[in-house]
T-cell receptor, first 113, second 117 residues
């Protein structure tokens, strides 16, 4: 069974710090990787996508991908209380999945003032 | 542009009744997905449509659940003879579809909160 694993947390960081969220996946055929943010009571919101090994930066967010280690991470710089949410890692199911994503259980992030 | 819309936003129904949930994807998105999220739990995949066909129904929990999509647009998820364990938020997402890597980028609607009493 194809799996996506995340540390459930909660991860607590002080305001202004760097939050580091990690995710591992089991399917070596996966090629597309996503991070979603989900506020309590809301639906998931796509914040980052990454397809190639290395880093991808967008504002305060940096996604990192290492396909050899089957590892993807999200760094949030200058963390703000408004970043407090559950962060979901999602990976394409590979092969002939035609766009189906497998989601991790999510990591709860709390940024305290 | 308009995002994914879902209706109703909330639905309370009695055990044993049938319910229909509706999803209207982003215009131009050919792929559509249904998920279920129980309180405090992760996303549970239900079914995927590419156009009007459903190549992957592997997540439907039982034969009480069915879904259809017409005209590469609106989809309805029907739950017959609802049970209390069906209580959850039902989320719909859409993506461009096709084979490119960006086709996997899924955008979610606000969800329908279903409560079975």
């Amino acid at each position: 069974q194809k799996e996506v694993e995340q540390n459930s947390g909660p991860l607590s960081v002080p305001e202004g710090a760097i939050a580091s969220l990690n995710c591992t996946y089991s399917d070596r055929g996966s090629q597309s990787f996503f991070w979603y943010r989900q506020y309590s009571g809301k639906s998931p919101e796509l914040i980052m996508s990454i397809y190639s090994n290395g880093d991808k930066e967008d504002g305060r967010f940096t996604a990192q991908l290492n396909k050899a280690s089957q590892y993807v991470s999200l760094l949030i710089r200058d963390s703000q209380p408004s970043d407090s949410a559950t962060y979901l890692c999602a990976v394409d199911a590979g092969g002939t999945s035609y766009g189906k994503l497998t989601f991790g259980q999510g990591t709860i992030l709390t940024v305290h003032p | 542009g308009a995002g994914v819309s879902q209706s109703p936003s909330n639905k309370v129904t009695e055990k044993g009744k049938d319910v229909e949930l509706r999803c209207d994807p982003i215009s131009g998105h050919t792929a559509l997905y249904w998920y279920r999220q129980r309180l405090g739990q992760g996303l549970e995949f239900l079914i995927y449509f590419q156009g009007n066909s459903a190549p992957d129904k592997s997540g439907l929990p039982s034969d009480r659940f069915s879904a259809e999509r017409t005209g590469e647009s609106v989809s309805t998820l029907t739950i017959q003879r609802t049970q209390q364990e069906d209580s959850a938020v039902y989320l719909c997402a859409s993506s461009l579809g096709g084979r490119g890597l960006a086709s996997y980028e899924q955008y979610f609607g606000p969800g329908t909160r279903l409560t079975v009493t």
